[in-house]
């Protein structure tokens, strides 16, 4: 997620339905060419990369991301919620500053509510996990006044931008299902690309000094495999006039017809951008995406009636500002 444009946005910028529909297209595939958007937007070429750069120039576009299913390689996410006993900035800032250092840690989100921060991060086995969390907490202990970890089991919906902006146009997935294998070579093109999801095959190949024919080949490979799930725009929300929630919910037991229900609400409510399956005092976590409260208290409120015998307990944060993210960590791939 992004709040924070390269040019700064005093207030949300009014974008017409052709860039509705052209960030739509590269929500479902941030390489699509310029030609291909073209086509199902119903523009010209020239017109559709003059209004992406005008995107990116305004910071709704922030960067592109390549989104890879870490457990091909043997890594989990988790998402370590914790709250302050003290709230200077000062604690805040040197927290900060120790957390953003570690590469296993993939995103830092501030949040008004009960909890003060979100720490996304990867380990691979729990013993690397516990010497992950053994250097969060070392020198920050003594500030942090509650936490809560949660363990990604299973995602249920992930998109870059909520129904309620606009349907999202349809394409074939990237995932596959066919054997991997993964090499040096592999993870040196994803890593080249982690930050840059639209670069050039071309401009991979120089980076990388090897030919555009192997480039091509790999990330054939990589996307047919599954290991690649998505190319994604990272979108400022605010800038586009939206506010982001973090719902924490406590489903009773959630499988067989309650997980399908559960499933089903999340992909078809308007403003859910992403919602996984959790292990840990919460067993759900979901971001939303609206334009004013009314909206969040819909989706809220929905949940409740959905799961009025189920639901046991929910917890509803405002994400206030990111301090990073990343779709993959240099240390997941070294």
């Not at 990589?222 to 719902?247: C, D, M, R, T």
Request: aromatic share 12%.
């Amino acid at each position: 997620m992004r709040y924070e444009p390269v040019t700064p946005v005093i207030e949300p910028i009014s974008i017409d339905l052709k860039d509705k529909k052209i960030l739509s297209c590269l929500d479902s595939n941030a390489r699509m060419s310029y030609s291909q958007i073209a086509k199902k937007v119903g523009l010209s070429k020239e017109s559709v990369r003059y209004r992406i750069l005008q995107l990116e120039k305004l910071g709704v576009i922030q960067d592109y991301k390549v989104i890879v299913d870490i457990r091909k390689i043997h890594y989990r996410a988790y998402h370590l919620f914790i709250t302050f006993n003290n709230p200077e900035i000062e604690v805040e800032k040197e927290c900060l500053r120790r957390l953003m250092e570690f590469p296993f840690v993939r995103a830092i989100l501030k949040f008004n509510g009960d909890y003060d921060f979100e720490i996304a991060l990867v380990a691979k086995g729990i013993d690397e996990l516990d010497e992950n969390l053994k250097r969060i907490f070392s020198g920050i202990n003594k500030f942090i006044k509650k936490q809560e970890l949660l363990i990604i089991v299973k995602s249920y919906v992930s998109r870059s931008l909520p129904l309620s902006f606009i349907e999202p146009l349809k394409f074939n997935s990237l995932k596959g299902n066919v054997q991997f294998n993964i090499d040096d070579v592999d993870l040196k093109v994803v890593k080249s690309i982690k930050d840059q999801a639209c670069l050039p095959i071309n401009d991979i190949a120089k980076k990388l000094k090897i030919s555009s024919d192997i480039v091509s080949y790999r990330l054939n490979k990589l996307e047919s495999s599954g290991f690649i799930i998505k190319y994604v725009p990272g979108i400022n929300y605010f800038a586009l006039g939206f506010q982001v929630y973090a719902i924490l919910l406590n489903v009773d037991a959630l499988y067989e017809n309650t997980e399908v229900k559960l499933y089903n609400f999340l992909k078809e409510d308007k403003n859910i951008i992403w919602g996984v399956k959790t292990i840990g005092r919460y067993n759900v976590l979901i971001y939303v995406c609206t334009k004013n409260s009314e909206e969040l208290n819909e989706t809220i409120n929905s949940l409740r009636t959905i799961f009025s015998e189920s639901l046991k307990d929910y917890k509803t944060l405002i994400a206030y500002k990111e301090f990073k993210y990343t779709g993959l960590q240099d240390e997941v791939i070294i």
